[in-house]
């Protein structure tokens, strides 16, 4: 991931939501950040060729409409859409959660801690991830 690399958040919570912004803008990190509220909206989102194809899903899994899991069902059914890659961002600590998330072959499940300064972390191990997955594929 490029720091101009597009970034799409699917959370439907408005703290969580500006927690993600907050840790991103603390690191650094300059890359622009969509967010929609549920998977039907980043489904939408994904889908309309006007917007800017992100390089990277930040999804929640608890959200009303679509959760987390449909999302990810219909997402990677989709030709168009299944390489981009998706780190899930809940509360969920359940085992169920984690094994349909990594069926629907996300690339990553973290679970968002309460404290900010953890958060912060989570946010840093992701971001680094992507910057060293992009070094070695050159």
């Not at 690399?5 to 912004?21: C, G, H, K, P, S």
């Not at 622009?32 to 909206?41: H, Q």
């Not at 809940?90 to 169920?96: H, L, P, W």
């Not at 072959?105 to 992701?126: C, H, T």
Request: glycine fraction near 4%.
């Amino acid at each position: 991931m490029k720091v101009n690399d597009n970034i799409l958040l699917i959370e439907d919570d408005d703290i969580d939501i500006m927690t993600v912004r907050r840790a991103l803008k603390d690191l650094g990190a300059a890359n622009p950040l969509d967010y929609v509220t549920n998977g039907e909206e980043g489904l939408k989102f994904l889908r309309d060729k006007t917007n800017i194809r992100p390089q990277l899903i930040l999804l929640d899994l608890n959200m009303p409409r679509m959760n987390g899991i449909e999302f990810l069902v219909e997402m990677k059914a989709d030709p168009a859409l299944s390489a981009i890659p998706v780190v899930v961002l809940t509360t969920s600590k359940e085992e169920v959660d984690r094994i349909a998330s990594f069926s629907n072959n996300v690339a990553g499940y973290m679970v968002k801690p309460v404290d900010y300064v953890q958060f912060v972390e989570v946010m840093r191990v992701i971001r680094n991830y992507w910057l060293c997955c992009e070094e070695s594929i050159k």
